[in-house]
């Protein structure tokens, strides 16, 4: 079992910077990928970010360039820096762990960006 619990999410405006953190509890040795995705009203859940437990990251070509996911291992926190927010990214993000076969999933912050 994994539990995750996001924060960080709030009202900025376009061209400015926010930081969403996911402090991780539970069996974190097992999961093989850590991720967030975002879902924007009447849309399905996007995935944004990945973070594999050996370094590797992969992102939407959406937000490439912007945003950077990372983790602090002794602090059992995943990070997604997002910066120059746009207001095509407001959207509730959450924060995921893949322990194959399961994936759990946070209950996301709202992050909305006004232009």
């Known amino acids: 079992q994994v539990h995750l619990v996001e924060s960080g999410g709030g009202l900025v405006q376009a061209g400015e910077s926010l930081t969403l953190s996911c402090v991780m509890s539970g069996d974190i040795d097992s999961i093989d990928t850590f991720g967030w995705s975002r879902r924007a009203t009447g849309n399905s859940r996007d995935h944004i970010a990945y973070?594999?437990?050996?370094?590797?990251?992969m992102y939407d070509d959406s937000v490439k360039g912007r945003f950077t996911i990372s983790r602090d291992n002794a602090k059992n926190t995943l990070y997604l820096q997002m910066n120059n927010l746009r207001p095509s990214d407001t959207a509730v993000y959450f924060c995921?762990?893949?322990?194959?076969?399961?994936?759990?999933w946070g209950q996301g912050t709202q992050v909305t960006v006004s232009s």
């Open positions: 973070l594999t437990k050996n370094g590797g990251t």
């Open positions: 995921a762990a893949d322990t194959k076969p399961q994936t759990y």
